[in-house]
T-cell receptor, first 112, second 115 residues
Framework: ELKVEQNPLFLSMQEGKNYTIYCNYSTTSDRLYWYRQDPGKSLESLFV?????AVKQEGRLMASLDTKARLSTLHITAAVHDLSATYFC????????????FGTGTSLTVIP | NAGVTQTPKFRILKIGQSMTLQCTQD?????MYWYRQDPGMGLKLIYYSVGAGITDKGEVPNGYNVSRSTTEDFPLRLELAAPSQTSVYFC??????????????FGSGTRLTVV
């Protein structure tokens, strides 16, 4: 079974600070996805990473993928309160059919 | 454009009762999925469908059934509700399965409590 682990599970950070969320997965894959979920809401797609070395940026968030290390990072630059949410990574491979395997999520709280 | 619509948004069931969670999408997506999200956890796939008339089990299918008679609709049936099925259920769709331009579109979720 493909396993996806995120750390940290909980993150409290001050506005203006930088931090990185890590997503490790257990099998070969070059397809990784990041989602954001606000409390009580659905999941919103943030990034789709499809090759080793892929990097995507949107505002204060930047995601990267290292398929050799089976690792993706979500870097937060100069955090603002609006980034408070839970962030999930998900992985799929040609060997798992049409299934996404989700990490347990990182709950981010940005403190003013 | 409504996207993926789930009903109901909230429901309380008694043990042993049955219910159907409805999911409809208007994007002409071939692939549809049902996930459950337990508190503080990620999402786990219950069932999925790659087109009308075709369904398959995901990671946690026990206690659930699905059907896909049309492209638009993918209802999830709970026959004998158990407390372990207390969860938030998300329906999602995508055009050609997970891939570069077709990540999932999620519905708003159904919060189910079994007492």
């Amino acid at each position: 079974e493909l396993k996806v682990e995120q750390n940290p599970l909980f993150l409290s950070m001050q506005e203006g600070k930088n931090y990185t969320i890590y997503c490790n997965y257990s099998t070969t894959s070059d397809r990784l996805y990041w989602y954001r979920q606000d409390p009580g809401k659905s999941l919103e797609s943030l990034f789709v990473l499809l090759s080793n070395g892929a990097v995507k940026q949107e505002g204060r968030l930047m995601a990267s993928l290292d398929t050799k290390a089976r690792l993706s990072t979500l870097h937060i630059t100069a955090a603002v309160h609006d980034l408070s949410a839970t962030y999930f990574c998900a992985v799929d491979t040609p060997y798992t059919g049409n299934q996404f395997y989700f990490g347990t999520g990182t709950s981010l709280t940005v403190i003013p | 454009n409504a996207g993926v619509t789930q009903t109901p948004k909230f429901r309380i069931l008694k043990i042993g009762q049955s219910m159907t969670l409805q999911c409809t999408q208007d994007m002409n997506h071939n692939y549809m999925y049902w996930y459950r999200q337990d508190p503080g956890m990620g999402l786990k796939l219950i069932y999925y469908s790659v087109g009308a008339g075709i369904t398959d089990k995901g990671e946690v299918p026990n206690g659930y059934n699905v059907s896909r008679s049309t492209t638009e609709d993918f209802p999830l049936r709970l026959e004998l509700a158990a407390p372990s099925q207390t969860s938030v259920y998300f329906c999602a769709s995508s055009y050609e399965g997970p891939g570069p331009n077709y990540g999932y579109t999620f519905g708003s979720g159904t919060r189910l409590t079994v007492v």
